[in-house]
Every structure is written in structure tokens, then in C-alpha cells.
């Protein structure tokens, strides 16, 4: 039985690796916000990233430095 926590790591993970890995390139160090379909926004801090993407994609994302395994969820 899967727990909610490894389910919400599980698609975090898949989503970094879809959506977040092919910027690591040219973005190294940023942040990405990544909604559950795939739209993804840039900052150059954790928070300027969070609001933003807060204020375009409303709640339920994730949020990822690039280039590093750190992932958090807003609600």
C-alpha cells in the first residue's frame, strides 16, 4: 500500500525528471515551479519562484532547485 507521502514523492519525482532535468543545462541553480500538467516557471530565488507560480498556477505544484534533490509542495 502506497502512503500519500511516497505517492507525492513519486510524482515529483517524475515530474523533475520530465520537466525540470532538460533545463538543468542552461538554468543550473535557479528554481523551477512545476504544475501536475507539465507548465513550468523559472525564478532566480525559492521564493520569487513560489509567488509567482502561486499567483499563475494557484496551489497543488511543486517547486525544485535545479541541478539539486530538493523538492517541496505548496498547498
Same mark, same amino acid.
Given at each position: 500500500?502506497?502512503? *500519500?507521502? %511516497? %505517492? &507525492?514523492?513519486?510524482? !515529483?519525482? *517524475?515530474?523533475?525528471?520530465?520537466? =525540470?532535468?532538460?533545463? %538543468? ?9 512545476? *504544475?501536475?500538467? =507539465? &507548465?513550468?516557471?523559472? =525564478?532566480?530565488?525559492?521564493? @520569487? !519562484?513560489?509567488l509567482? !507560480?502561486?499567483?499563475?498556477?494557484? !496551489? ?7 541541478g @539539486? ?7
Amino acid at each position: 500500500m502506497t502512503t *500519500a507521502n %511516497e %505517492e &507525492r514523492k513519486r510524482q !515529483a519525482d *517524475a515530474l523533475y525528471e520530465r520537466y =525540470g532535468r532538460p533545463l %538543468e543545462t542552461q538554468h543550473r541553480g535557479e528554481y523551477v515551479a512545476i *504544475a501536475p500538467d =507539465g &507548465r513550468t516557471l523559472l =525564478g532566480s530565488s525559492v521564493r @520569487e !519562484a513560489l509567488l509567482e !507560480a502561486k499567483a499563475t498556477f494557484g !496551489a497543488g505544484n511543486f517547486i525544485f532547485k535545479l541541478g @539539486e534533490k530538493a523538492v517541496g509542495k505548496w498547498r
